[in-house]
């Protein structure tokens, strides 16, 4: 059977426009991006960790989430900076050695104040590495290819995470030291392919022109001045804010509930196993669509998705059912959103651009976990799962809003968010193993 799909002309046609085409250099980012993941154990796990084996509370479950979430919003803008400065290939590898020298560390931490200082270094070095792979994509990769490259990546991240997570759950069980150093492991792999593999991609200064002199043109400020994409961080926080509790207050509740770490492991699984089989289709099925009409309904389906947690009650089940809808939420959200911001992004401004973007995350990080922390504690999970939809609710009539009034003036970023996403042009050439 398997044979004959692979012999059909029309599977191997789909596959060929999926994957065709893209740069060599952009399959070892992929091959060590879905490395990274295989081993990505620890953040998924931290929450769980700490309530259920240290025997902390919720509230400082999200506390050190919160600090982790710290880290991660310094890491944003200052890794934004360092790729367009110095380059994307010496940023990336030294925050993935950072990453996995302070991974192991933390495994062996005790103590609240320990564990919540090498929280806040996994936080700093884990965020740090997203602006420069991002980045590495919009210089590999043509204009016309970025959408689906950015779901290529999206797909390999949910592979590992997918898998990861199913198998951390059975890990656990024998002891959590041994995620910690899995995570830190493969985290070190995975620098030395982009070590190895992967050439410094950051574009020249234009002739006659100093680097600095062209990298003045695009400083933080400018990015921050640039309202309609600040505008998008703003919507984009909402999301993260809901999407942040799938892994912190989601393991303490299903926790409370009486779910195991095995089962936790297999119904957050699920999140990776739904991205991995339906990202590819679905990113197709949504060429030369309304871009507005997605993000609208990837806020609509996150927020809601994760208020049906409300009924879950210690039904595996219910929590899985939840988890499905959400996915598809994300699944919708991410690689447009990406497109997005590599489109929007002068050529030697996109480390900042990509860190300004990525600092909605960190700060989601940040404040998400202590909130959903705070309401689960003391509100209790249906105020903290009704929450999440209504945040969902305000995101998607935020980018109607957005894409109405940067529309009729005409303005660049109002103009990508209400057009439809390009459609991806047969490739002539197979991608490079």
Known sequence: MLVALVANPRIRRLVRETVGGLPRQFWWLWVST?????????????ALYLTAERGYSASYAGLVASLFGAGSAVAAVGAGVLTDRIGRRPTLVAAQLGTAASTAVLGFMDGQT??????????????????????????????????????????????GFGLSAAAAGLIATHGYLTLFLLDALTTLVCA????IRIPETRPQAAPGKAADETEAKTSLLTVLRDAPFMALVG?????????????????????A??????????????????????????????????????????????????????LAGSSAWLFALSVAVWTVGEILHTPVMMGLVSELAPTHGRGRYQGVYSLSWSLASLLGPAGGGLLLQYAGPAVLWSVCGV????????????????????????????V??????????????
Not at 137 to 158: C, G, K, Q
Not at 235 to 255: E, H, I, K, N
Not at 393 to 408: D, I, K, P, Q, W
């Open 114 to 159: 320990a564990i919540a200082a090498v929280a806040f270094l996994v936080g700093l070095c884990n965020n740090a590495t997203r602006p420069p792979t991002s980045a590495i994509i919009a210089d590999l990769v043509p204009a016309e290819d970025r959408v689906r490259a950015y779901s290529l990546n999206y797909w390999a991240i949910n592979i």
């Open 235 to 255: 919507l984009t926080l909402l999301v993260a804010l809901v999407f942040q509790q799938g892994s912190t207050t989601l393991a303490v509740d299903m926790g």
């Open 257 to 310: 509930a009486g779910i195991t770490s095995t089962e936790y492991g297999l119904v957050i699984g699920l999140n990776g196993l739904l991205i991995v089989v339906l990202q590819i289709p679905l990113t197709r099925w949504l060429e030369g669509r309304s871009r507005t009409a997605m993000l609208v309904a990837s806020c609509l389906l996150t927020g809601w998705g994760f208020g049906l947690a409300a």
């Open 420 to 433: 439809a996403a390009p459609a991806a042009e047969v490739e002539k050439a197979p991608a490079g193993a």
């Open 391 to 418: 945040i969902g609710t305000a995101a998607a009539l935020g980018y109607v809003v957005l894409a109405r009034r940067t529309g009729a003036t005409g303005h660049r970023p109002g103009a990508v968010v209400e």
């Open 34 to 46: 879905l490395v990274n993941r295989l081993g990505s154990f620890v953040v998924t796990f931290l």
């Open 192 to 195: 030395l392919v982009i070590f």
